[in-house]
């Protein structure tokens, strides 16, 4: 199975065109949040994927909501919009968990505690593809000197084994990748990166 994995496109529609031409060679599409700018702008960055026929997976960021994804993909039948539940397709699971973990000092930011988080987690499945907007605590999260990532999205990672970590969020680390438990944990940010299962 071939993934196409992007995140924290920010309401750049070039980007977003451009990779929705690179999903026509994907067998599945992977959306890791940040579709939006503070709110602002969703439906019409996801306009260029919504003609799409092959199945995405797609988690809010923190500059949009959970509800706001969901209203914004309507029309994109083979977009599944996960925060906190998993789907199947072609026999591999996947798992989503939208929003900034930790609490960001933004106001107008989709976050969750690391407490709410940790329950949403429980259900990943152990060798599913974990799409994570936050990454974990101390990899591929570091931003001005500090770790920014999730301690939960960490945990999870060591206990449940995912065949494959990719989150965004912090974008002083896009494309950085690193391995935690045996799982390779990509940073994709919004250039895109194929991987093969």
Same mark, same amino acid.
């Given at each position: ?28 599409? @992977? ?5 939006? $700018? @503070? ?13 799409? =026929?092959i199945p ?10 959970? $509800?706001?994804?969901w ?6 039948? $083979? ?10 397709? =072609? ?6 968990l ?10 107008? $930011?989709?976050?969750?505690?690391e ?33 920014l ?7 999870? @990672? ?11 969020? @912090?974008?002083?680390a ?24």
């Amino acid at each position: 199975m071939k993934l196409l994995a992007f995140s924290d496109l920010h309401r750049d529609r070039r980007q977003a065109q451009r990779l929705a031409e690179l999903a026509r060679g994907a067998d599945v599409l @992977i959306g890791a949040g940040d579709f939006a $700018s @503070i709110r602002l702008g969703l439906e019409r960055t996801l306009e260029p994927f919504i003609g799409l =026929d092959i199945p995405a997976v797609l988690i809010p960021g923190n500059n949009e909501s959970d $509800s706001a994804l969901w209203r914004a993909c309507a029309d994109w039948p $083979s977009a599944r919009v996960l925060h906190g539940e998993e789907a199947e397709i =072609d026999g591999v699971q996947f798992f989503g968990l939208g929003g900034g973990v930790p609490v960001t000092p933004f106001p107008w $930011s989709f976050d969750l505690k690391e407490e709410d988080a940790a329950v949403k987690l429980e259900h990943c499945p152990e060798g599913a593809v974990l799409v994570s907007h936050s990454p974990p605590k101390g990899y591929v999260d570091k931003a001005h000197g500090r770790h920014l990532g999730s301690d939960a999205v960490l945990r999870t @990672i060591e206990r449940k084994r995912p065949r494959l970590t990719v989150c965004g969020h @912090i974008h002083q680390a896009w494309g950085e990748e690193a391995t935690v438990a045996g799982t390779s944990v990509v940073n994709v940010g919004p250039e895109g990166r194929f991987f093969e299962l």
